[in-house]
């Protein structure tokens, strides 16, 4: 079991920076690849970024691709975004799965309770 907790969303004027962080916790929590997925009413989840669980591999999406920076440090996961544009705004979701990197929410096995991040113009 590995449990996933999100901090650090919040409401930011559009060209602005946020930090998001995941703490997991569990026996091989270390061992896990580490995502980060957002939602809107409007969409269906989808990926953003993703870290192997050495940290060696990462996976963005093109929409964030030079804005967004994922990162791990033991069980903490970060997502450093800048240059936040109006159609950043959703809920962030922390998500992990055993050893190596997915695109697809499916494939991950944990998820945290998700973080809102609201970016106006």
């Known amino acids: 079991q590995v449990l996933l907790a999100e901090s650090g969303g919040g409401l930011v004027q559009a060209g602005g920076s946020l930090r998001l962080s995941c703490a997991a916790s569990g026996r091989t929590a270390s061992t896990y690849a580490m995502g980060w997925f957002r939602q809107t009413p409007e969409k269906e989840r989808e990926f953003v970024a993703a870290i192997s669980w050495n940290g060696a591999s990462t996976n963005y999406a093109d929409s964030v691709k030079g804005r967004f920076t994922i990162s791990k440090d033991n069980d903490n996961m970060y997502l450093q975004m800048n240059s936040l544009k109006p159609e950043d705004t959703a809920v962030y979701y922390c998500?992990?799965?055993?050893?190596?990197?997915?695109?697809?929410?499916?494939?991950?096995?944990?998820w945290g309770q998700g973080t809102r991040v609201t970016v106006s113009s």
């Open positions: 998500a992990a799965r055993p050893w190596s990197v997915r695109v697809h929410h499916g494939e991950y096995d944990y």
